[in-house]
């Protein structure tokens, strides 16, 4: 870590005439890695990187610049460059900048950091998990189980005097299943991970995601092409909070609302929603994959409400954008490392659970979709249309659950379908991921209830019964 | 630079020749401009400069890896004892071996013109996309974003087999995000450009190619759903290349995880279809003198009229078909071990123009965007994603269309091609023409 005094000094020296915010960001990462793949370790490794990122905003125009040299000369070197950018002249304080520690309201306790367990130890999770895929079924023909983790610590200091150091760490685990069977591959995949060290291990059962995996992948085999049409989809909670995420929270980015690039420009306190969809994006949710303390501009991470009985009721902020529109910051201004800028960017985002029992909501749909895992997905923030890959997909018949379908999307209109729910289950299930945006990855957590949406365009290869 | 990173390559080396294992130095050095334009103003710039070392030992067959940025004495044999430590929980592997030293062709990839070109002059360009981009049309409304970047680069590779390889480059780039809106709706558009050589950066092409994309996409319908011809514009085809190119990558062939397995001289594609992979174009923004692993770069004909011949090795794969690499080894960067890539990817353009593509299909739709495309399964084939376009009725482009997906399997869409036009493009590492595919799925209404 560098020395408090130091950042202050470059903090100050960065300064000119006329500037908005100096802010500097230190990383400090650590990251393995465990890859097994063909019944194999096949690549495990791990690295240290150490960076800052200088950042001067002057009329929401930013300067960034970013170095691995943490010396005083490489940083008042990167602090050089930063300052021109605005062909500043040197300015100095009426005071020195005093930095002053800012207090989170949110902490998370770790048990076993990541450089505190053996490689040796978490080897043989993964070799484990890996054997667990392998029993399922004589038709899996591949494996690959990854763990990762990463330890990071920050220091965030600024032209206001705010002071941050914060501690992350993360784990991940992933498993894909590949099976075969005259000819068809089919493919299973589970992931799990948390704002926490190993003691993930506590809460996920890793040989059962294996198994889980695996038993889909198989399962999959025997799937029928998917129907192509309109038809009510209802969407487990397993089925985590993707939908929500892609279709929803992009679009109520307060960078991408100033620049008129969401649908859910100029609503608030309309309806945007059902009745029944309440939103809430929220950091605060225990050692979830997009918790945190503090954001990466220093502010800390909280609860926000966005939809409320589907009126919509705040955007998400990150410093500059909360200033624009006379807000403050909620806490949303995130960043993959030091090598990139903060931008607004969802943490925890979920549709908050209803009222509507699970399985009543599957009786009561006489033809339908059902959807249990999402895949990756896409959307257009500016006319809200989207599309997502259906991992695990079955029909519903006369509110019976019938057989898998494959190769499914679903492609709608973000805000239409959130229009078009009329069945909120009292469940809630999580995914997590990392979400893209201006080529920056963030961890993210995704949840939901049981949902239904009275109508989406399913996209598949089979025609829908009456087309 | 040259000399620095080869001081730090030397030390990596003797210090785990000392500690008597075998070893591959990757050191990279990295400067990155970008500018980010809104409205003539500069919203974003951002300079940044990168060094790094990767390591990579190899002991009795079990390889370590360990990655720094910090390329102190003391860090660099941290991080060599890192790679060896690690190395013990690997698996033996008879094929893991580094490749022998060898000879590099002669390709220019560095730009004066890039390099000595003003931060002015740059962010002129960047501004020159977006006025471009607005003169087209009065309804272009919003420009999310447009900008310029650019990277000017070195890589060095030695191992302790003596290899040793070192290559300088740049390139740059112009890009534009943009929505078009009219009283009932909003569209947007995207268009970008890499190139080696500064000079061929066409703000004036990328500007208005954008802005027709989401004019002609405004007011879009949805159809109905059912069997059609399709013809994927270049943008469009080169998302599509991404899937062949994960299939003809010889490490997911080799763990069953490619339709292409074993099929090596067969038919697997219309005989409308050539696919290039070429590492030694002087224009290709994929191209060097060597690969991730120092092995030189080279040009393949993966597929030509429809028959597979190769797929894509690095020394690993390579050693494991008992084939000579392709020079494919990749990485993205010093933080990571080389795995399989494709280089400049090129589907091959055809001879007809655009326009003929499009002659005589009485029912077809013009693919111009397409959502979801990661969601397409290289192991299966499949693919169903969202899409964009134009209807084509009795030989002509009608109206727009949008909420429709396509679906169906690689295997079926590669037998299916039946044209290619001439109007071949790049984007980034790849390249292609529009295609027709003879018939899709599509799902609509």
Known sequence: MIDRSLLAEVVQFTYSKGIDLVEIYVEEKQASNIFCEDDQIEKVYSGRERGAGIRVVKDYNTAYVYTNDLSRNGLIKAASIARNAFHGEPFTLPQPINLVNQEAVFHINYQRLPEKVAFEEKIQYVLQANQAARLVSRLIRQVTVAAADVHKKIQIANSIGEYIEDDRSRVRLLVNAVSESKGIIQTGYESAGGVCGWELLEQVDFDDMAVKAAEFSVRMLSAKPAPAGRMPVVMSSEAGGTMVHEACGHGLEADLVQKGLSVYRNKLGVQVAAPCVSVIDDATMGNKYGSFSFDDEGTPGQRTVLIEDGILKNYLYDRLTAQKDGRVSTGNGRRESYQHKPVVRMSNTLISPGRDNPEEIIAATNQGLLVKKMGGGQVNTTNGDFVFDVQEGYLIQDGKIKHPVRGATLSGNGPLALDNIDKVGHDLGFSIGVCGKDGQGVPVADAQPTIRIKELTVGGTALAPGN | ?445
């Open chain 2, 1 to 445: 630079m040259e000399q620095i990173l080869r001081t730090v390559g030397e030390k990596t080396l003797n210090e785990a020749v000392h500690r008597g294992v075998e070893a591959e130095a990757f050191l990279m050095q990295a400067k990155e401009l970008s500018i980010e334009i809104v409205e003539g103003r500069v919203e974003t710039l951002k300079q940044a400069e990168e060094t790094g070392l990767g390591i990579r030992v190899i002991k009795d067959g079990r390889t370590g890896f360990a990655f720094t940025s910090d390329l102190s004495d003391k860090a660099v044999k941290n991080a060599v004892q890192d790679a060896i430590s690690i190395s013990v929980f690997t698996t033996q592997d008879e094929y893991q071996i580094l490749p022998e030293k060898a000879v590099y062709p002669d390709i220019q990839l560095f730009d004066q013109d890039t390099a000595a070109m003003s931060l002015e002059e740059k962010i002129e360009i960047a501004r020159s996309v977006e006025r471009c981009a607005k003169s087209v049309d009065m309804r272009i409304s919003i420009i999310e974003r447009s900008g310029y970047d650019d990277l000017e680069y070195c890589n060095l590779i030695m191992n302790s087999k003596g290899l040793y390889a070192y290559e300088t480059g740049n390139f740059s780039g112009i890009y534009i995000f943009l929505v078009a809106e009219d009283d009932n709706d909003a569209q947007n558009g995207f268009s970008a450009m890499s190139v080696r050589k500064v000079k061929d950066l066409s703000a004036a092409l990328v500007g208005k190619e954008a802005a027709i994309n989401a004019i002609r996409a405004l007011n879009a319908r949805t159809i109905r759903s059912g069997r059609m011809p399709v013809i994927l514009d270049p943008y469009v085809a080169t998302r599509f290349s991404g899937i062949i190119a994960s299939m003809v990558n010889a490490e997911a062939v080799q763990k069953g995880k490619s339709m292409f397995a074993g099929k090596i001289g067969e038919q697997v594609a219309s005989p409308w279809c050539t696919i290039i992979d070429d590492a030694t174009l002087e224009e290709g923004i994929a191209s060097g003198l060597f690969d991730s692993e120092g092995v030189p770069a080279q040009k393949k004909i993966v597929i030509e009229n429809g028959i597979l011949y190769t797929y894509l090795h690095n020394t690993y794969t390579a050693q494991k078909d008992r084939v000579v690499s392709t020079g494919n080894a990749q990485r993205g960067s010093f933080r990571g071990l080389s795995s399989v890539g494709s280089t400049n990817f090129i589907i091959a353009p055809g001879r007809d123009n655009k326009d003929s593509l499009i002659d005589g299909i009485d029912r077809g739709f013009y693919v111009t965007e397409v959502m979801g495309m990661h969601t397409a399964n290289p192991i299966s084939g499949d693919f169903s994603v969202g899409a964009a376009g134009i209807m084509i009725e009795n030989g002509i482009l009608t109206y727009p269309v949008r909420g429709v997906t396509i679906a169906g399997n690689m295997a079926e869409f590669l037998q299916n091609i039946d044209a290619a036009a001439s109007n071949f493009r790049f984007y980034g590492g790849k390249g292609s023409p529009s295609i027709r595919i003879k018939e899709l799925s599509i799902a609509g209404e």
